[in-house]
T-cell receptor, first 114, second 113 residues
C-alpha cells in the first residue's frame, strides 16, 4: 500500500510570511497527526484528527497555526505569520482507529524561516 | 500522563561492535512501546514494537528490544552494528486507551569504521 505522502519536502520563507503543508494519509486510516520536530528534539504533536474532527490540538499555537481535514482524508497545516522559531521538520502520520494505534509517518517537510 | 526518557543523546560505536540504546518510560497504566528510526532527511520508520506477550521483540534487521515492566524500560540492542545503522533512534509510548504517542528526545547512533 502507498505510504503517507507530504508536500513540499522543503520550504524556505521569510518571517511574517505564510506557508502551507499538505498531507495525504494511508488509505483507510481514520486518524491523522501533525508533528513538529525541532532539530535535536523528538517530534511534538501539534494536532490530531479522527476523520474530519479534531481530537487533540492542545499544543497547537492557534494564534498562528491552523489545520484542517475537510473530507476526512487529506489535510493541510498552515502557519501565518511565520516566526524564526517555527523552523523545524513538520511530520504527518496516520493510523487506524484501533489499538495499538500504530502510526506511519510521511517523509516530512523541512521549513526554514529566515 | 506518560513520558519517555532517553538518557543518551549520542552513542558512538565502531562497526561490528554491540550497542544498547536506553529507554525508560513512566505511565500509570499499561502501555504499548515503540522504537522508531529516522535516517537523515527522512521521516520516522517503525523499527519494532511491544504490544503484549513475549517481552523480547525483534526487528528484521537484527535489532531487538526487551520490555521490562519492573524497571519500566525498553532498551534497544544490536549485537553487531553496521555503518548503515547510523541514524536517530526514538523511543515512544502510548496507552491502550488513547492514541497519543509520546516520544523521547532521541539517540543519535554514529557507527564508524
Amino acid at each position: 500500500e502507498a505510504g503517507v505522502a507530504q508536500s513540499p519536502r522543503y520550504k524556505i520563507i521569510e518571517k511574517r510570511q505564510s506557508v502551507a503543508f499538505w498531507c495525504n494519509p494511508i488509505s483507510g486510516h481514520a486518524t491523522l497527526y501533525w508533528y513538529q520536530q525541532i532539530l535535536g528534539q523528538g517530534p511534538k504533536l501539534l494536532i490530531q484528527f479522527q476523520n474530519n474532527g479534531v481530537v487533540d490540538d492542545s499544543q497547537l499555537p492557534k494564534d498562528r497555526f491552523s489545520a484542517e481535514r475537510l473530507k476526512g482524508v487529506d489535510s493541510t497545516l498552515k502557519i501565518q505569520p511565520a516566526k524564526l522559531e517555527d523552523s523545524a521538520v513538520y511530520l504527518c502520520a496516520s493510523s487506524r482507529d484501533l489499538p495499538p494505534y500504530e502510526q506511519y509517518f510521511g517523509p516530512g517537510t523541512r521549513l526554514t524561516v529566515t | 500522563a506518560q513520558s519517555v526518557t532517553q538518557l543518551d543523546s549520542q552513542v558512538p560505536v565502531f562497526e561490528e561492535a554491540p550497542v544498547e540504546l536506553r529507554c525508560n518510560y513512566s505511565s500509570s497504566v499499561s502501555v504499548y512501546l515503540f522504537w522508531y528510526v529516522q535516517y537523515p532527511n527522512q521521516g520516522l520508520q517503525l523499527l519494532l514494537k511491544y504490544l503484549s506477550g513475549s517481552t523480547l521483540v525483534e526487528s528484521i534487521n537484527g535489532f531487538e528490544a526487551e520490555f521490562n515492566k519492573s524497571q519500566t524500560s525498553f532498551h534497544l540492542r544490536k549485537p553487531s552494528v553496521h555503518i548503515s545503522d547510523t541514524a536517530e533512534y526514538f523511543c515512544a509510548v502510548t496507552t491502550g486507551t488513547a492514541s497519543k504517542l509520546t516520544f523521547g528526545t532521541g539517540t543519535r547512533l554514529q557507527v564508524t569504521l
